[in-house]
């Protein structure tokens, strides 16, 4: 026979655990900032990553179409980057949004990501990120790409694409 006051435990258990403070989400990695001319650019390049909106699964007329994450993570341990733009291009080249409206500050091993939604086929197989970044001291690269992705049913694939780099800025170091 079950005791009265297990009943009173299980039940108190059960409300203190649905009046639990959920914890907030953690803010963003993000700060906005602002360039002048007086802040002084160690480094920085322009990235050009692969994005694949869709790709063919059988033959051209069947495709399949992707969610794409691009994600731009800091590797320096003591300096951050600022990420001056993104840009998402068609297959023809054709500059399809701009995911800033201002420049941001990515701190110290952070990182953060953009994506284009799997119903946003607009890109097309060849479709592109073009992403700028510098830094106010010299630090290691930022690791930049894209991972697509989709399900369906008990099937899914995903895969990445590396980021080129193709125009690199030097200018001048602040101390390290």
Sequence with gaps: MIKPYFYIVVLGCILLGCTQEI????????????????????????????????????????????????SVRNTDQAHPIIITSVLYHDTNGKLL??????????????????????????????ASFLVEWVAQHKVSDPVIETVMINTMGNQGISFVSQGRVVKRREGNPASK
């Design 23 to 70: 914890e907030p989400p953690p803010k963003s990695q993000l700060k906005p900032i602002t360039l002048t001319n007086a802040v002084k650019i160690a480094r920085g390049q322009t990235v050009y990553v692969p994005v694949y909106s869709h790709i063919y699964s059988v033959s051209k007329s069947q495709k399949m179409d992707l969610s794409a994450t691009l």
């Design 97 to 126: 949004r701009k995911y800033l409206e201002q420049s941001v500050e990515l701190r110290p091993f952070a990182s953060t990501e953009f994506v284009v939604d799997q119903a946003d086929t607009g890109g097309g197989v060849g």
